[in-house]
């Protein structure tokens, strides 16, 4: 699995993530707070400058976003039909602005920092005893690990129901395909425990 | 949190995430292909219990937060957090909780095997068709400007397909149960 980041060496780039994300949150804030199709529309010009600025190519930044920007006009659409032609143009702006810089915060942000970031803002959890900040990282790198696993168990799954002359049908695979996931479980936190990446501290109580 | 629960959170969120990378499957009585990421929500909460499922669908949707494509579609990256439908997306970690949850009290080892299945269907339409939907349509109604009214209109499509995916998620959490029991019995 390919995460979204783009290599680049823009202003974006440079910037740390947690300036980057506080910045997407007061944007966003900001977006929300102005209901002027004229103001939205600089906002929306300046943020596709901006996403356009980190070297991906036409064709990648234009497939990334396709989705969202499906939905958001769907929905833009609706509401200038049922409401007004003004409502439907500012939530078009709106949307389409804060999908173009939160795109950019992902694309010039590395995976391993945003773990790093997230870990840090856990540290206060952790002394209270709600999270272990550390944990967050172990298992966003367990589920990146098994991903291509499960996949790999549904071709065998499928590859059976061929052999056997079976359609595939929703019950015939997620059960045999959760139950041999899951009954690995035992095995690797076995490994993991004995390697003692969580510490040595007895585990908490459930 | 013992590590076999984090284990287990984790292994179910990739199974989330490969629902959404599989092709849709062909339900027998219906010409509808199913995708199968929003059923992984309720299987989520059937399966592993309030807990573990509701941390096994907050790991995917940090997964989509820090820039990896693991929603269905291939989507991924903060901007799925701009779209008017995030609504839904938030909704899953609620959506799970609650099906974890009612599934805990309403499913027991002593009952009959309808009586459990029975059950897990409640909790999953419960969780992930009531709850779902209160969240996704509210946002849906604030961000759009539609006002709740049409914003549930526009749903009421999707409605169908998700008690669908409820009576799927129901017969497999029972077919998982009986053969490999997770789910925490609660009296």
């Known amino acids: 699995m390919r995460s979204l980041y783009v290599e680049g060496d823009s202003r974006l780039h440079r910037l740390s993530p947690r300036i980057k994300l506080i910045l997407l949150i007061v944007v966003s804030l900001a977006l929300f707070l102005t209901r002027s199709p004229i103001m939205l529309g600089g906002a929306a010009f300046a943020g596709a400058l901006l996403y356009g600025s980190l070297g991906m190519g036409w064709r990648e930044g234009w497939l990334r976003l396709r989705p969202i920007l499906l939905t958001i006009a769907v929905v833009a659409l609706a509401t200038l039909m049922l409401n007004t032609v003004e409502e439907g143009v500012v939530v078009l702006l709106r949307l389409t602005t804060l999908m173009l810089v939160a795109a950019a915060v992902t694309a010039t942000t590395p995976v391993g920092s945003f773990i790093g970031e997230i870990s840090s803002a856990a540290r206060p959890f952790e002394r209270i005893g709600l999270v272990r900040a550390d944990d967050i990282g172990l298992a966003v790198g367990l589920v990146i690990r098994f991903v291509p696993e499960v996949v790999s168990r549904y071709e065998i799954l499928r590859q059976a129901h061929r052999a056997r002359g079976l359609k595939l049908r929703p019950m015939t695979v997620i059960v045999p395909l959760t139950i041999q996931t899951l009954k690995s479980a035992d095995e690797i936190a076995a490994a993991i425990d004995a390697r003692g990446i969580r510490g040595h501290k007895p585990p908490s109580r459930s | ?187």
Request: avoid cysteine.
């Open chain 2, 1 to 187: 949190m013992s590590t076999r629960d984090l284990v287990l959170s984790a292994l179910f969120a990739a199974i989330i995430v490969a629902l959404g990378l599989l092709p849709p499957i062909m339900l027998g009585f219906i010409p509808v292909p199913i995708t199968a990421q929003s059923m992984g929500v309720m299987l989520a909460g059937v399966i592993l219990g309030a807990k573990r499922g509701t941390i096994a669908v907050l790991l995917v949707l940090l997964l989509a937060a820090i820039g990896l494509p693991v929603l269905s579609g291939g989507r991924g990256g903060l901007a799925v957090f701009a779209a008017p439908t995030t609504g839904f997306l938030i909704g899953w970690v609620f959506a799970a909780f609650v099906t974890g949850y009612l599934s805990e009290r309403f499913v027991k080892n002593s009952q009959g095997a309808m009586l459990q299945t029975a059950g897990f269907f409640a909790a999953a339409v419960a969780g992930g068709v009531v709850v779902l939907y209160a969240f996704g349509i509210s946002y849906l109604a604030v961000v759009s400007g539609l006002g709740l009214t049409k914003a549930f209109v526009g749903s009421m499509a999707f409605i169908p397909g998700d008690l669908v995916k409820a009576a799927v998620a129901a017969l497999a959490g029972r077919a998982v149960m009986v053969g490999y029991p997770l789910l925490p019995a609660r009296a």
